[in-house]
Every structure is written in C-alpha cells, then in structure tokens.
C-alpha cells in the first residue's frame, strides 16, 4: 500500500525551527515530484515548497523563500521540510503531497497521494 506520512510538526515561539517529515512507503518518489501544502483554519490548502526527486529542483513560495528550505534522502525515501524564523502565520497543519508532472507542482488537484497532515502551531 503505497503511503505517505508526514511527522514532526509541534508547537514553537515565534523565531524558532521546525523540520518537518515526509516518508514514502509502499514505492519510491522516483519519477514525480513532491510538495509541502499546509492550510490554516478556515483558509485554502496553499502551495509552500517543492522538489523534483531526480533533479533535486526546489521551489518555494514568496512567504517562506529565505526561511524554508526542502530537501530529500535519497536513501531513506524521505523529504524534509526545514522551518526556520518561524512567525504566527505560519500556523497550519502541514501535508506533503506526489504528483507525476513536474509542471503541476502548484496545482493541488494535480497531486495523486496526500498525507494525513501534521500541525504547526507558531506562538506569539
């Protein structure tokens, strides 16, 4: 069964770091490309970084570029998502998500496989 799993959102004061986790199992991220989303409450899913697994080609959003940084483990079939001068508005649950055309990376409805999403709670 094919599955992703996101982990290590939490709680943290505003400034602080977070890294979140997202593991594949069941295949490999080979030939797709993988995002991290994350939707406040009562606000849209929005688009946070991407990377395309065989070029190691990353993409950022405007409100995150210079604080968050994607990155992967080849081996362990894992990306990272790299939270850095975390804010309050940052304050979402996190999903990372695959999606087979590189070109879509910033279309939700294009990505085939969701996680169940982690918590991001940036304290004031």
């Known amino acids: 069964q094919v599955q992703l799993v996101e982990s290590g959102g939490g709680l943290v004061p505003a400034g602080g770091s977070l890294t979140l986790t997202c593991k594949l199992s069941g295949r490999s991220f080979g030939g797709h490309a993988v995002g991290w989303w994350r939707q406040a409450p009562g606000k849209d899913r929005d688009f946070v970084a991407a990377?395309?697994?065989?070029?190691?080609?990353?993409y950022e959003a405007n409100d995150v570029l210079g604080r968050f940084t994607i990155s992967r483990d080849l081996f362990k079939n894992t990306v990272y998502l790299k939270m850095n001068n975390l804010k309050p508005e940052d304050t979402a649950v996190y999903y990372c998500g695959i999606v087979s055309r590189p070109a879509a990376i910033a279309s939700m409805q294009s990505y085939q496989i969701w996680g169940q999403g982690t918590q991001v709670t940036v304290s004031s």
């Open positions: 990377l395309i697994w065989e070029t190691y080609r990353t």
